[in-house]
């Protein structure tokens, strides 16, 4: 007797023959062998099996129609097209179904991006129906057109269902993505929303093997106790734990100047640092926020301090202020209001400072009718001088905020632009000492105000701010200092009078690689005919892991760099219009309203059971 088993027998396929349509009344649908006569189904498509049926249950059909007949063969033709229009029918209602489950998606998602309430998807529907009363008003099909718009889902809970769909569908997304790139680096920072609940946000920024950059929101992370530096990486760490991040993909964290964040001993980098799970990672301080902090090193206190207790005391006060407008609109002034200025707001100084000295002299006239006290500076040539210089200045340094502000920023654009604002800076410095006032619109005009001349300016005041300010930039931007050569050659590798040996140490300094190898690999690179050809494109992506690995790794890890933490305080001002004191618990879903992704609509459709509202 043998010990295996015999082989196994194969399974009898059977297949269904269109002459039983004629001869039994049966037929195949949606893989299924149905009855024309009394639509039921047979398991397996078998001779005998439909035979039986047909005998057994529908014995005088033979009778009423004779086979091979042409009656008989009507007959067949009409119950086909009767099976047809049922199956049809509910075909488009299951259709119907989907399209308006999919237009409810598409009309939450909408609803998501523009940071509405959720139960504003109601409102939406109404005012839809209405206006679709008047536009297809001249259409044939205008009813189901309107049971259509009628059928939409977009109660509270069901837009609340559909957003949390999404999520989900742009994360698994986002995580194919970290899964497939090649590295990525981090922005953080922490904030307290309206329930006085910290939120810790993190933004990756994921490079691929083309040298492909894509910037998401990771995470934001509630952090209900402490916000010291031990709480926020705990938090982080546990995160990384959970979603199973590769931390060995990080290049590079970017943070505010907080002392949770870079504390030496007990900071946020600190203990990442010490955490042997992460990598040897670069870090910098947000770039933005290192020139907000060199505006404020301008040794102009005195015109400051001034200007905004005045600016308080009128704008204020609630009745001071409707007075001052009042003066305003019948003076018939380009302005009707005076700003305020907050630490806070990075670019309010700079234009607070221009409205205040557009309307000095109205200002002045209302202090003196309103019986205020009295500021003399407000007369004093010299503080009115200092005043302009000031609003120019501040206006120099809000362009420079502005232009390194936005999503998709390298770190290569904003060394680029602080390099060029540095040097207008020495330029216009050399400028004031010869007395060209032509980028100080604002001087000018106030020496023509007193009727002096440029000559009479007193130049050295000034470039002693100048030179301080400079001054200021240049200690605050050494960690960017230091990438600037490497930045300098990825952008362009062929330079000829490249000190090679300087530049491969510093290479490898920056991204902890072996000097030698990147020694050869740039000989290598810049001896390369073909990829000198590609120079004015993009190259770096031609680069073969097996030839270059070292400048590969430079390449993506630059690509990879946040120099700012724009998107953390970009997604914190959204934050504060999502969650106010209105709607203070309502879910933010910020994955949806910040992802780039666009949600697969069709198939959060399919994965559901779509019916219609009421």
């Known amino acids: 007797m ?8 194969k399974p009898k ?30 398991a397996i498509p ?32 009409e119950l086909k097209s009767q099976l047809s229009g049922h199956q049809a029918f509910f075909s488009q209602l299951t259709t119907k179904a989907k399209t308006t489950t999919e237009a409810s998606f598409r009309v939450s998602h909408v609803l998501v991006k523009n940071k509405k309430s959720f139960q504003d ?58 899964a497939d790139c090649e590295c990525f680096s981090l922005q953080l920072d922490e904030s307290t929303d309206v329930s006085d609940t910290a939120q810790l946000c993190i933004f990756i920024r994921m490079v691929f093997t083309d040298m492909i950059a894509k910037e998401e929101l990771l995470t934001v992370l509630p952090m209900k106790e402490h916000t010291r530096g031990e709480d926020i990486f705990q938090s982080f760490k546990n995160f990384i734990k959970k979603t199973q991040l590769p931390v060995w993909k990080l290049v590079s964290i970017t943070m505010d100047g907080a002392p949770a964040m870079i504390g030496r001993s007990n900071g946020f980098i600190a203990k990442c640092r010490e955490d042997d799970a992460f990598p040897d990672f670069l870090n910098y301080h947000c770039i933005i926020h290192q020139q907000a902090l060199c505006a404020k090193m301008l040794n102009m206190k005195e015109i400051m301090d001034v200007a905004m207790k005045i600016g308080c005391s009128i704008r204020g006060r609630s009745l001071q202020r409707r007075l001052f407008c ?47 006290a009295e500021y003399t500076q407000l007369n004093e040539d010299q503080w009115l001088l200092d005043l302009a210089f000031l609003t120019d200045l501040t206006n120099m340094l809000n362009d420079l905020n502005v232009e390194l502000q936005g999503k998709d920023k390298t770190v290569v654009n904003m060394i680029s632009s602080v390099n060029v604002f540095k040097r207008k800076m020495q330029h216009l410095g050399s400028k004031l000492q010869r007395h060209d006032l032509a980028n100080f619109q604002n001087l000018v005009s106030e020496l023509e105000r007193q009727g002096k001349a440029c000559a009479q300016l007193d130049s050295g ?9 400079l001054s200021d930039f240049n200690k605050r931007f050494q960690d960017f200092a230091l990438l600037e050569p490497v930045a300098t050659f990825m952008c362009y590798p062929f330079r000829e009078n490249a000190d090679v040996d300087l530049l491969a140490s510093e290479i490898a300094t920056v991204f902890h690689l072996n000097s030698s190898g990147v020694e050869d690999e740039i000989l290598t690179l810049q001896a390369d005919i073909e990829l000198k050809s590609r120079a004015h494109g993009q190259f770096w992506n031609l680069l073969t892991e097996e030839k270059y690995p070292n400048m590969r790794k430079c390449a993506t890890s630059l690509t990879a760099l946040f120099s700012s933490t724009y998107l953390c305080e970009s997604a914190f001002s959204h934050m504060k219009i999502i969650k106010s004191k209105y709607r203070s618990t309502m879910t933010d879903h910020l994955e949806v309203c910040f992802s780039s992704y666009c949600p697969d609509y069709a198939s959060l459709a399919d994965s559901i059971q779509c019916k219609s509202s009421a």
């Open 326 to 372: 009042v003066d305003l609109e019948k003076a018939d002034c380009d302005h009707t209001e005076l700003l305020l200025h907050t630490d806070v707001r990075w670019l309010s100084r700079g234009k607070f400072l221009q409205r205040f000295r557009e309307l000095c002299p109205e200002i002045k006239e209302f202090l003196l009718a309103s019986r205020h």
């Open 2 to 9: 043998s010990g295996g088993a015999g082989p196994s027998k």
């Open 461 to 469: 005041r000034y470039t002693v701010q100048i030179e301080n300010l």
């Open 46 to 77: 078998k001779k005998g099996n439909v035979e039986r049926h047909f005998r057994t249950i529908h014995k005088s059909y033979n009778t009423d129609f004779p086979p091979k007949s042409e009656l008989r063969r009507r007959k067949v033709k």
């Open 13 to 42: 396929t059977y297949h269904f023959h269109t002459e039983w349509e004629e001869d039994f009344s049966f037929t195949m649908s949606y893989s299924k062998c149905v009855c024309l006569i009394c639509k039921s189904t047979i």
């Open 121 to 178: 998807g109601e409102m939406i529907k109404e005012a839809f129906v209405e206006a679709a009363e008047s536009l297809f008003q001249d259409f044939k099909n205008k009813p189901e057109m309107v049971s259509s718009i009628k059928a939409l889902q977009l109660s509270r809970s069901t837009v609340t269902c559909r957003c949390e769909a999404m999520a989900e569908d742009v994360t698994q997304k986002l995580w194919r993505d970290i």
